[in-house]
């Protein structure tokens, strides 16, 4: 190792160490016990085997990773809709009004994501604001149930990662160089082509960050379903959740954990991929 | 009559003007980047924006191409107010200096783009980027993404997209700028060339005298916002309306004096008869219009500080009591009899000098 190696290699040991430590030692910990025998009373006995994994596979199961992957589809499909032109509005704002916009578009995010979600169970209930709302403006009919249902989890886990997806985007949008645009509209494209044609093909590696983002969390989250699907909707990080703290079966909590791993570490390598095919050179001259 | 007004009688006006630039103004708040700026662009010339940096020449340009709004002023092009028009809708098409090529899209995709939005037929597109890529000398890289080019390689693709129109008006800003000099004086003749092929009218932006010297057919100065001069290369040189241009355009010597009232302009050591009004002011005298004499003769005397190579021709530095610094330019086979130290003198033509009066207090 030549001397500077070795400065930024010491440089970066403390956060190595930490990353091992208390993510990967555990981590590994627990999806070597993918391959071991529950012990009865939870825990684990050590003898190898592969059923719970093959296990992890069987329809009944598969058919919880589908859901979860339907709504964690469906949770991106609507972030993306709703950050993107918020972020190119963002982006097009005066430069000194971008900091203040931003700011704001990620405020809700300091508040403790436990107490964001449950301010949506305050706001969707039977009795809720929005149901008081209605009654207000003249409603008569029977009070509805928006909560515990499928598109309540799918608008907790939006609204949770919007700010995520607003900064992908306008990150993404604000380094594109705006002669490009002016380079459209000299060459005949009007607003609506020009944003076809060149302003969203290079935002897209933006939009794939921020969606993968989406996805990943949405489809390994326990903590909305649980509030807002009022356990009506397992998600895999709720099976997960059981298996290790309900059903005590540790050694099947651990082989669904890791199909889940790999499903998303395959997602963050295509994306990781993807941006860097786009690469730098959508940035504005220096 | 100043020089300015001067210059805008001489121009004919038998020729029709493809584009006219009316007193145009840009200001950016309290900075005013264009300053009443009038121009007439000819039909199929090629025009070059001249000035230092800083000096409202892309603004000028961005005007033209609708990216800016005149803050005063007019533009017509073929005798019609163009101002109201987007960029999208004026027939005019500008190569950026940064060359803006559209970074997810092949070559050929680039140069195609233009033709898309005016929706022609498919098979038209194809045929007219293909002829197009063959005369740029494209078409080995029509596949190629921008990333994957040399400098030279984008500046022809941003060329052949602005040019795949076929605009009234081709607006280049510095369009050459960003390549090294041996590429950038090939290019230069190359650049020529296509314009004759094509027969477009081009209005190139500069900040490099000596590019625009070479290529342009008429140039015009600009310094801070503000037009000085328009003529053509040989005017510019031989007759810059006042002491800018003629320090701007060409290697120029400036010697301090004073005219007096005989007309005659004296200097410590030098008297060159000039019939003026009396006044003091600068004796403007380009290299090749100062003559070294053998020997301490009946000129004005000097001593060479050194002799600079310039291929056929030397440029001597010289240092006298009226300047501190001549240039004179000698041929090369008379340079070896000069070296540093030697005690020269030196003759001024009067008929190749200019003078340029101090301004009034
Ligand atoms: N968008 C803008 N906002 C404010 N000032 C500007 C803007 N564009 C140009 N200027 C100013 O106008 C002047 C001319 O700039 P420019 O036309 O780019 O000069 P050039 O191309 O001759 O170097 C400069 O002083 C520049 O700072
Ligand atoms: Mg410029």
Same mark, same amino acid.
């Given at each position: 190792?030549?001397?500077?190696?070795?400065?930024?290699?010491?440089?970066? @040991?403390?956060?190595?160490?930490? +990353?091992? #430590?208390?993510?990967?030692?555990?981590?590994?910990?627990?999806?070597?016990?993918? /391959?071991?025998?529950?012990? @009865?009373?939870?825990?684990?006995?050590?003898?190898?085997?592969?059923?719970?994994?093959?296990?992890?596979?069987?329809? *009944?199961?598969?058919?919880? /990773?589908? @859901?979860?992957?339907?709504?964690?589809? +469906?949770?991106?499909?609507?972030?993306?809709?709703?950050?993107?032109?918020?972020?190119?509005?963002?982006?097009?704002?005066?430069?000194?009004?971008?900091?203040?916009? =931003?700011?704001?578009?990620?405020?809700?995010?300091?508040?403790?994501?436990?107490?964001?979600?449950?301010?949506?169970?305050?706001?969707?209930?039977?009795?809720?604001?929005?149901?008081?709302?209605?009654?207000?403006?003249?409603?008569?009919?029977?009070?509805?149930?928006?909560?515990?249902?499928?598109?309540?989890?799918?608008?907790?886990?939006?609204?949770?990662?919007?700010?995520?997806? $607003? *900064?992908? $985007?306008?990150?993404? *949008?604000?380094?594109?160089?705006?002669?490009? $645009?002016?380079?459209?509209? !000299?060459?005949?494209?009007?607003?609506?082509?020009?944003?076809?044609?060149?302003?969203?093909?290079?935002?897209?590696?933006?939009?794939?960050?921020?969606?993968?983002?989406?996805?990943?969390?949405? #489809?390994?989250?326990?903590?909305?379903?649980?509030? =807002?699907?009022?356990?009506?909707?397992?998600?895999?990080?709720?099976?997960?959740?059981?298996?290790?703290?309900?059903?005590? !079966?540790?050694?099947?909590?651990?082989?669904?954990?890791?199909?889940? #791993?790999?499903?998303?570490?395959?997602?963050?390598?295509?994306?990781?991929? =993807?941006?860097?095919?786009?690469?730098?050179?959508?940035?504005?001259?220096? | 009559?100043?020089?300015?007004?001067?210059?805008?009688?001489?121009?004919?006006?038998?020729?029709?003007?493809?584009?006219?630039?009316?007193?145009?103004?840009?200001?950016? &708040?309290?900075?005013?980047?264009?300053?009443?700026?009038?121009?007439?662009?000819?039909?199929?010339?090629?025009?070059?924006?001249?000035?230092?940096? &800083?000096?409202?020449?892309?603004?000028?340009?961005?005007?033209?191409?609708?990216?800016?709004?005149?803050?005063?002023?007019?533009?017509?092009?073929?005798?019609?107010?163009?101002?109201?028009?987007?960029?999208?809708?004026?027939?005019?098409?500008?190569?950026?200096?940064?060359?803006?090529?559209?970074?997810?899209?092949?070559?050929?995709?680039?140069?195609?783009?233009?033709?898309?939005?005016?929706?022609?037929?498919?098979?038209?597109?194809?045929?007219?980027?293909?002829?197009?890529?063959?005369?740029?000398?494209?078409?080995?890289?029509?596949?190629?993404?921008?990333?994957?080019?040399?400098?030279?390689?984008?500046?022809?693709?941003?060329?052949?997209?602005?040019?795949?129109?076929?605009?009234?008006?081709?607006?280049?800003?510095?369009?050459?700028?960003?390549?090294?000099?041996?590429?950038?004086?090939?290019?230069?003749?190359?650049?020529?060339?296509?314009?004759?092929?094509?027969?477009?009218?081009?209005?190139?932006?500069?900040?490099?005298?000596?590019?625009?010297?070479?290529?342009?057919?008429?140039?015009?100065?600009?310094?801070? &916002?503000?037009?000085?001069?328009?003529?053509?290369?040989?005017?510019?040189?031989?007759?810059?309306?006042?002491?800018?241009?003629?320090?701007?355009?060409?290697?120029?010597?400036?010697?301090?004096?004073?005219?007096?009232?005989?007309?005659?302009?004296?200097?410590? &050591?030098?008297?060159?008869?000039?019939?003026?009004?009396?006044?003091?002011?600068?004796?403007?005298?380009?290299?090749?219009?100062?003559?070294?004499?053998?020997?301490?003769?009946?000129?004005?005397?000097?001593?060479?500080?050194?002799?600079?190579?310039?291929?056929?021709?030397?440029?001597?530095?010289?240092?006298?009591?009226?300047?501190?610094?001549?240039?004179?330019?000698?041929?090369?086979?008379?340079?070896?009899?000069?070296?540093?130290?030697?005690?020269?003198?030196?003759?001024?033509?009067?008929?190749?000098?200019?003078?340029?009066?101090?301004?009034?207090?």
């Amino acid at each position: 190792m030549s001397p500077p190696d070795m400065k930024s290699g010491l440089l970066v @040991t403390p956060a190595v160490a930490w +990353l091992v #430590i208390f993510m990967l030692a555990p981590c590994l910990l627990v999806l070597s016990y993918a /391959f071991l025998e529950r012990g @009865t009373w939870g825990g684990v006995e050590y003898t190898l085997t592969l059923e719970n994994i093959a296990r992890a596979f069987d329809p *009944l199961y598969a058919r919880v /990773f589908l @859901t979860s992957a339907r709504i964690a589809a +469906l949770a991106t499909l609507f972030a993306v809709l709703l950050a993107y032109p918020a972020a190119y509005a963002i982006a097009r704002a005066p430069r000194r009004w971008q900091p203040v916009l =931003l700011f704001f578009a990620v405020l809700p995010f300091w508040s403790n994501y436990l107490i964001r979600t449950y301010a949506w169970i305050v706001l969707l209930n039977r009795e809720g604001l929005v149901n008081n709302l209605l009654k207000a403006l003249g409603y008569r009919g029977e009070p509805l149930s928006m909560l515990y249902s499928e598109p309540a989890v799918i608008l907790g886990l939006v609204y949770n990662y919007l700010p995520f997806v $607003i *900064l992908a $985007i306008y990150s993404a *949008l604000s380094r594109l160089n705006p002669e490009l $645009i002016e380079a459209s509209h !000299d060459l005949g494209g009007g607003a609506l082509r020009t944003f076809w044609r060149v302003t969203l093909p290079l935002s897209l590696p933006g939009v794939a960050a921020g969606g993968v983002f989406v996805f990943v969390l949405s #489809i390994g989250n326990f903590v909305t379903p649980a509030l =807002l699907g009022g356990g009506r909707f397992q998600m895999i990080g709720n099976l997960v959740y059981d298996q290790f703290l309900a059903a005590n !079966d540790w050694p099947f909590g651990a082989a669904l954990g890791m199909v889940l #791993i790999a499903i998303m570490t395959a997602l963050l390598l295509v994306q990781a991929r =993807l941006a860097a095919r786009a690469g730098g050179d959508t940035a504005r001259p220096a | 009559m100043n020089a300015r007004e001067r210059a805008a009688a001489a121009a004919p006006p038998t020729h029709p003007a493809v584009l006219r630039i009316e007193t145009v103004s840009k200001a950016f &708040g309290a900075v005013t980047a264009v300053d009443r700026v009038s121009l007439d662009i000819r039909p199929n010339e090629f025009f070059a924006l001249l000035g230092p940096s &800083g000096c409202g020449k892309t603004t000028l340009l961005r005007m033209l191409a609708g990216f800016e709004t005149p803050t005063g002023g007019r533009i017509l092009l073929d005798g019609q107010d163009i101002s109201p028009l987007p960029p999208e809708r004026r027939p005019l098409n500008l190569m950026f200096q940064s060359y803006a090529l559209f970074p997810h899209m092949s070559v050929r995709a680039n140069l195609a783009y233009g033709l898309e939005m005016e929706r022609r037929p498919r098979a038209e597109i194809t045929r007219r980027v293909d002829e197009l890529l063959a005369t740029t000398g494209l078409s080995a890289l029509a596949d190629r993404r921008p990333d994957q080019l040399s400098g030279g390689q984008k500046q022809r693709v941003a060329l052949a997209r602005a040019l795949i129109k076929r605009p009234k008006v081709l607006l280049l800003d510095e369009p050459l700028g960003a390549l090294d000099k041996k590429l950038r004086e090939q290019m230069q003749l190359e650049l020529k060339r296509l314009q004759h092929e094509v027969g477009i009218t081009f209005v190139m932006v500069t900040h490099d005298q000596e590019e625009a010297l070479v290529m342009a057919d008429r140039m015009a100065i600009l310094r801070d &916002g503000r037009l000085l001069q328009c003529g053509t290369p040989q005017e510019v040189y031989e007759t810059p309306v006042d002491r800018f241009v003629a320090d701007f355009i060409g290697v120029m010597n400036f010697i301090e004096g004073a005219v007096d009232p005989g007309g005659v302009f004296r200097a410590p &050591g030098l008297d060159v008869p000039l019939a003026r009004p009396a006044g003091t002011g600068a004796l403007a005298v380009r290299p090749e219009a100062v003559e070294v004499l053998a020997g301490p003769a009946a000129g004005m005397p000097g001593t060479v500080l050194d002799v600079a190579y310039h291929g056929l021709d030397r440029v001597l530095h010289v240092r006298t009591e009226a300047a501190p610094l001549l240039r004179v330019r000698v041929a090369a086979r008379h340079a070896a009899e000069w070296r540093a130290g030697d005690a020269v003198s030196l003759r001024i033509e009067p008929a190749h000098c200019l003078f340029f009066p101090d301004p009034a207090p």
